[in-house]
């Protein structure tokens, strides 16, 4: 695995890619890998060659009083993982090279990003949009893969893709998750042993609706409640936000008819996590995939 640490020599890489007409896929990435992201190294091996993996912690994402500065941070053990995965580069750059002196320039997808995550951490997907479309610009993918547990995130990135018209298609892969239902997450290495259990309230929140949509109910408001009862009920809990909304435009929705998503975030022991389900509609029925 060849280590790259200069936009101008991952560029070199990607334009001999394209001359040989192959593939590259690549997952971006901010490190602290669990098996979440090996699973979409994994996926991109199976579609593409070569297979980029980018470690970036990208500031721009994060807020005045959110987790920059202790974002986990396990590079020589994400390179090992790596390694061991046979990837073929590992594209790794200092923050000068993604936002030289002078950078001035911010990509926003209207109407997406003002709501959810974006109304909980304003300026957080300006951040994300931004620096996975230089990603892009600088990898090239054919492909690029993101987990579904980020589901607005993965929104945003395929409109971004699609009003660009770019040549990269986005690859939206299944949550990870633990045995116990918690979803994978690098913010998880925070959790004390009390709050690991009490986190897997937002996998229980979302198995009780899947229950409930099973059963027949459609109503969006009193699916919501189920959701918070069960967040509400777990101690040291504290719900950000519950929503169900259109998968595409992420309008909240008052009753289940087209595609959705279930969205929980909460803080558990001073740790905000995401989790979410969707929602897909084949005639009368749906299938609810945690």
């Known amino acids: 695995m060849e280590v790259i640490h200069t936009v101008a020599w991952m560029k070199q890489v990607a334009r001999q890619a394209r001359a040989d007409n192959r593939l590259l896929g690549f997952v971006p990435t901010m490190g602290a890998l669990h098996e979440g992201h090996i699973s979409l190294v994994r996926q991109a091996q199976q579609q593409s060659s070569p297979v980029v993996v980018s470690i970036f912690v990208n500031p721009k994402q994060f807020g005045p009083s959110e987790d920059f500065k202790k974002y986990p941070r396990t590079f020589d053990a994400d390179r090992a993982a790596l390694e061991k995965l046979s990837v073929d580069y590992l594209f790794a750059p200092p923050a000068e090279e993604i936002y030289p002196s002078g950078f001035r320039t911010a990509v926003t997808v209207e109407g997406l ?14 951040g994300v ?9 600088i990898v090239q993918p054919r492909f690029a893969y ?12 395929r409109q971004m893709a699609a009003d660009f018209e770019l040549d990269t ?30 986190a897997t309230a937002l996998h229980r929140s979302l198995e009780a609706v899947r229950r409930e949509i099973a059963a027949g109910e459609r109503d969006a408001a009193r699916l919501i409640v189920i959701l918070r009862k069960v967040l509400d009920a777990e101690p040291g809990v504290v719900t950000d936000y519950a929503e169900i909304v259109d998968a595409e435009t992420l309008e909240p929705v008052t009753i289940l008819r087209r595609n959705c998503l279930v969205l929980v975030a909460a803080f558990v022991g001073g740790t905000r996590l995401i989790d979410n389900a969707l929602v897909e509609a084949d005639g009368d029925s749906f299938r609810v995939t945690l």
């Open 113 to 126: 990003g003002d709501r959810l995550e974006g109304r909980s951490r304003p300026g957080h997907f300006r």
């Open 129 to 137: 949009t931004t620096v996975v479309l230089k990603l892009f610009e």
């Open 146 to 157: 993101f987990g579904r547990k980020d589901a607005q995130q993965a929104r945003l990135i």
């Open 169 to 198: 298609q986005v690859v939206v892969a299944p949550i990870v998750r633990e045995p116990d239902g918690l979803a994978l997450s690098s913010r998880n290495v925070y959790l004390k042993d009390g709050d690991r259990r009490a």
